[in-house]
């Protein structure tokens, strides 16, 4: 057997043929004999010949590597994110290069220059909570390098993107907490810099306007982590008319609501529900489970590199796109039993 890096200059010297013959066979050219296909395939298969990478990208001026910037790679939505992507990507004969931002708008910054630096054929991104200049996505589109933005996207820019239905998510969730008889409900929104954050508070407050409950702004707080959840909660139970219903911008929060809830003496759901947004697995080990929007990770995935790769291979010359993913609500223990309205 060959040892060392096998090349197409080896295989065409062992056969005592041309190396373009060698090529035009691995090809399947019409004017190579069958014969000589055959013995081509043998030792190929025989020596683990691998093509390589770089030849044939600067043959099709495709380097076949996606790359993809992430805020958080451990965070169960982001990660459902992530295996679409690689599925799809992988089925397609891409690899994926991922950065991860960890919510910091340098990181963001670095990252792309990395990705830039590597040749990657297109980029994925959903972007950072503190993000508000968007030169270096710019950046991207002057090299012109194909964009798609997911969940997190960027308005300013013309590009394709793929988003959840962020408001009528938010509408059904708080639709069923109104449903189940929560009068005084208290959204924990997100930054308001993110379109999702916006979308879901708009979803909140159409949702209270339809089912004609009040609107008041102190039931409107920004609170979208864990440690901030610990810190403002307790406030909240201790208010004279205190909440009944709470939705929360994601599950962590959520979550972490729960627990400072019934650290306060109070029960979930008896003397506050609590609904969430992602309906990831950290929904069903909870105590109570957690009821929550289901977005849908995996499918904004696959739907994201598919745009993707069809840009890069120029199978259409359409206007950006943007698709929108449906939401489901999913009802679980932290929120009482549905009663008429």
């Known amino acids: 057997m060959y040892k060392g890096q096998v090349t197409i200059k080896d295989i065409a010297k062992e056969l005592g043929i041309s190396p373009s013959t060698v090529s035009k066979a691995l090809n399947g050219h019409p004017d190579i004999s069958q014969s000589t296909k055959k013995a081509v395939r043998e030792l190929v298969e025989k020596w683990n010949y691998k093509p390589d990478p770089i030849a044939l990208s600067l043959k099709?001026?495709?380097?076949?590597?996606?790359?993809?910037?992430?805020?958080?790679?451990?965070?169960?939505?982001?990660?459902?994110?992530?295996?679409?992507?690689?599925?799809?990507?992988?089925?397609?004969?891409?690899?994926?290069?991922?950065?991860?931002?960890?919510?910091?708008?340098?990181?963001?910054?670095?990252?792309?220059?990395?990705?830039?630096?590597?040749?990657?054929?297109?980029?994925?991104?959903?972007?950072?909570?503190?993000?508000?200049?968007?030169?270096?996505?710019?950046?991207?589109?002057?090299?012109?390098?194909?964009?798609?933005?997911?969940d997190r996207i960027c308005s300013e820019l013309d590009t394709d993107r793929v988003i959840v239905d962020d408001?009528?998510?938010?509408?059904?969730?708080?639709?069923?907490?109104?449903?189940?008889?929560?009068?005084?409900?208290?959204?924990?929104?997100?930054?308001?810099?993110?379109?999702?954050?916006?979308?879901?508070?708009?979803?909140?407050?159409?949702?209270?306007?339809?089912?004609?409950?009040?609107?008041?702004?102190?039931?409107?707080?920004?609170?979208?982590?864990?440690?901030?959840?610990?810190?403002?909660?307790?406030?909240l139970m201790k208010r004279a008319i205190r909440p009944d219903g709470i939705f929360a911008v994601n599950d962590l929060t959520a979550v972490e609501t729960m627990n400072v809830i019934r650290e306060c003496g109070f029960n979930v759901p008896k003397d506050v529900s609590v609904v969430g947004f992602t309906s990831g697995m950290i929904s069903d080990i909870t105590f109570p489970t957690l009821s929550s929007v289901e977005q849908h990770g995996y499918m904004i995935g696959k739907e994201a590199v598919k745009l993707l790769i069809d840009r890069i291979e120029k199978k259409h010359n359409l206007p950006s796109q943007t698709i929108v993913i449906k939401t489901e609500m999913v009802i679980k223990g932290s929120s009482k039993s549905v009663i008429s309205i």
């Open 60 to 150: 099709s001026g495709l380097t076949k590597i996606i790359g993809v910037i992430v805020p958080e790679i451990v965070h169960y939505f982001f990660s459902t994110v992530i295996s679409g992507i690689e599925d799809l990507a992988y089925d397609s004969g891409y690899h994926v290069m991922f950065c991860q931002s960890n919510e910091s708008y340098e990181r963001e910054v670095k990252a792309v220059q990395t990705l830039l630096s590597s040749r990657v054929d297109g980029i994925l991104v959903s972007v950072t909570k503190v993000t508000n200049d968007f030169n270096h996505f710019r950046k991207i589109q002057e090299s012109g390098i194909p964009l798609v933005f997911f």
């Open 167 to 235: 408001e009528e998510g938010a509408f059904d969730a708080v639709k069923h907490l109104i449903t189940i008889g929560c009068k005084n409900i208290v959204h924990l929104s997100g930054p308001q810099n993110l379109q999702i954050g916006k979308n879901r508070k708009d979803g909140y407050l159409r949702a209270l306007k339809h089912y004609h409950q009040p609107i008041d702004d102190q039931n409107i707080i920004r609170c979208d982590t864990q440690e901030e959840a610990r810190i403002i909660v307790p406030d």
